[in-house]
């Protein structure tokens, strides 16, 4: 299995980014996905989690409002839109496939496989 995460960058306070993450290996349709990311020095934290049927998606409350996900199952890649950034976004992002429950969905651990990293800096 390969989760290949892909369009950070560097980005001013109030811009957008979209990050991608192509899968492979693994019967995408059935895996609910989600985006976690880890700022130096902090604990990995959750972003957002789409359910494998697709739908609106769950997200943080910090990111609530300004971030959107999106997955195309024809594709086998998920997508993180990313509006209003401020510096406090800037991190490393993962994304992550697996099957939690709806109640665990923000729960790193229901998480089997994990992308490489992409990394997002936002200036001020």
């Known amino acids: 299995v390969q989760l290949q995460a892909s369009g950070g960058g560097l980005v001013q306070a109030g811009g957008s980014l979209r990050l991608s993450c192509a899968a492979s290996g693994l019967t995408f349709r059935m895996y609910a996905m989600a985006w976690f990311r880890q700022a130096p020095g902090k604990e990995r934290e959750f972003v957002s989690a789409i359910k494998w049927s697709g739908g609106n998606g769950y997200f943080a409350d910090s990111v609530k409002g300004r971030f959107t996900i999106s997955r195309d199952n024809a594709k086998n890649t998920v997508y993180l839109q990313m509006n209003s950034l401020k510096p406090e976004d800037t991190a490393v992002y993962y994304c992550?496939?697996?099957?939690?429950?709806?109640?665990?969905?923000?729960?790193?651990?229901?998480?089997?496989?994990w992308g490489q990293g992409t990394q997002v800096t936002v200036s001020s």
């Open positions: 992550a496939a697996g099957r939690p429950i709806q109640s665990y969905l923000s729960d790193s651990t229901a998480y089997n496989y």
